[in-house]
């Protein structure tokens, strides 16, 4: 009974010219629900243990796969699913415990949706009233409980009955996986999961559910060339264009065909910092700063809030997949974006969407056109090129006189970056420095936090690392209790600020990668300060804390966080640094560690963040 295609598995007609279903050989509506799981090819289920699910864990134990990946915390949990998601490119489970589990998540929840994650979340629930068979008390009951993640979600549902529980799940897993990705929430009644069944069933579907490519139609391509083509400077802007990885590659011929500069908000890998075309990356927090002499903008999934604008005097093409431009600024809320003033504007599937522009574009330009294309494609190399060496010395500079600040960091990090690396990147204060040094070229090797919402890279992290692997892989005490290591072709680098750190549960965190073997590195920029926060604290009307240099908001420190300390206690490897040479001599030692599929931690020790300015970025 522990594989999807046993003999107790067949085929039926549910009535003459009914719908085909399956019959699955159950007993609970638990044991149906894990099926279900099991029959949609789900390896992991990323939860956090409440009374709420007894039934449902019950069944896990004979149904395999799903593996149950334990987390210590619900925020955690499913910002491991959201980074499983991202970097598997299909839809991560997370179970979690009714409305306190639900009220723990709720900013990873947040997390996911600004991340377009397809993290589809099952949470237990119990209605007041409603007796559980097994006789167990109905706590934590709640009519309200889908309600509070309503902005944070694409869908929500509530299974009221096992009949309806096939079409929710099929319902929630298209939901999740279809355009404009975004998390998913389905509470499961705990009543139901504990009532006995004889049998239960499933639509009888072969493979994923198709849907057609949402694409401009032809008079709209031929006036998006049009546009292009009759600018001078035109530049593209994106935020989360990197979030489908094939994206990339046809933004690099589109970009290329045309003799575009590309700049972004580097949330995911968006475009490669390599390329001639790469003109920088845009501010997370202000209006984008784009070229002066820029005529014409596209914007490709690329939203801006409600009071900013692209300044001068430009034409605006707005394409996107989401048409609430919600899930494309950042640190958005239930609002989102507003809508710039354009003159085009498409709501479409952005890849095949690429693909069609460069078809129309590559059929109707001129000889005329084509040299004045390689005269931009010049002149934008030429301007990559002096910004790239003006990052790189930069960097070397500060690692040549020994002195541990995110410029150095960033220059050691950029040796160890290689084509089997990917990097969760959520330190705040450091952002703008290490997107400058570390130089990622390859998509979907990148995965940053465009919610502003502290914390969900810790999870996210060994959600990415275990986004390649089969449940078979893992188990319970990972090598202490097999004797054996299970090493890994991927290395997970998760760079993260010391408040950023302990807001997202790092012990939840260091005790999952310990307890199951998952390889990741945790790099702790520790600044002793909250120091993404001086801004505001910095431009407020009076300034009184600027001037009186009173940091008591900010200070996170006596006692300074020992995150050596922390990790040690969960038996992961840590080393405490304090200058570039020691950086660069354990970096290597701890990627060797994770490469065999041990976590490890770094704690970095910078100086103490006393309200310098930080950098713009360029």
Known sequence: ?????????????????GLKKRELNVKTGGQWFVRLLQLKGVNFVFGTTGAGMPDIQDAMVVEKPPKWIQGLHEFTTVSAATGYALASGREGVALIDRMVGTQNAIGAVFGAFMNS??????????????????????????IYQPIIVMPWVKWLAQVNSLESMPDDIEKAFFETLSEHQAPVYVTLRQDLMAQTVQKGWTA?????????????????????????????????????LGRHPEAVNSLIDFANLFGIGV???????????????????????TEPEIPSQTDLVVALEMGLLAHQTFRGQVDVIDITSDPLHRQDVYAGGDYGASLVPATIRAVCDSNPTLRKLIRAGSSRLSGSQKERIHERLAKLGESHDEMIQKWRKKA????????????????????????????????????????KTVEINRPGSYFGNPSGHLGPALGMAYGVALAQRKYVDVTDMGSYKTGKISSSDKVV?????????????IDSALWTCAHYGIGVLYVILNNACWAAEWHPIRDSSQHWARDAGDFEFLDVDKPKIDFSSIARGFGVESRTIYNVEEFERELPVAIDLVRKGRPALLDLQLEKFTGATPSTVA
């Open 117 to 142: 994650s397809p993290t589809l979340i099952f949470a237990s629930a119990n209605v007041p009233g409603v007796p559980i068979e097994t006789g167990a008390p109905e706590l934590h009951y709640s």
């Open 1 to 17: 009974m522990n594989s999807a295609t046993d003999k107790s598995t067949r085929d039926h007609l549910s009535g003459e010219g």
């Open 204 to 240: 009888n579907t072969s493979g994923e559910p198709r849907t057609s490519p949402r694409v401009p139609d032809d008079d709209t391509v031929e006036k998006i060339v049009d546009e292009i083509l009759s600018n001078d400077n035109p530049v593209l802007v994106t935020s989360v």
């Open 263 to 285: 700049m972004e908000r580097r949330f995911f890998m968006s475009y490669p910092i390599s390329d001639r075309l790469h003109q920088g990356f845009l501010s997370r927090y």
């Open 396 to 435: 070397k500079q500060s690692y040549e006189v020994g002195k541990l600040d995110n410029w150095s960091i960033g220059y050691v990090l950029n040796k160890q970056i290689t084509d089997d690396v990917s990097w969760v990147n959520a330190a705040a204060s450091s952002w703008e420095t290490l997107l």
């Open 493 to 505: 680098i998760c760079t993260t600020g010391d408040g950023d750190a302990i807001f997202g549960n």
